[in-house]
């Protein structure tokens, strides 16, 4: 089972969990029924945005600075205007 196929089937089985208690086919305390599973929805997507942000923020700041490919870069770069000035394109 690929990696796709699997993560298609668990939403499927959290889907029909959330399907099954939304419509009460299992007895639930009425307060539970009635005001905390129709919300779910919304804080799913809510603490998945926060997962996200959290992701992006840990991969900022563990970002590694390379100074090696900056120097070659610039090196690279003053190696094609060279060439470019030697077939009469005008390079600033």
């Known amino acids: 089972m690929t990696r796709a196929q699997q993560t298609i089937s668990v939403l ?20 539970f029924q009635t005001e905390i599973i129709p919300v779910l929805p ?12 959290g992701r992006l923020g840990l991969a900022i700041f563990t970002f590694n600075d390379v100074p090696e490919a900056h120097e ?18 005008e390079v600033d």
């Open 72 to 89: 070659e870069l610039q090196k690279e770069i003053e190696q094609a205007k060279i060439e470019l000035r030697q077939g009469k394109v």
């Open 42 to 53: 919304f804080y799913a997507v809510i603490s998945f945005g926060c997962y996200l942000l």
């Open 12 to 31: 499927l089985l959290v889907s029909s969990l959330y399907l099954v208690l939304y419509l009460g086919l299992v007895p639930l305390n009425e307060t």
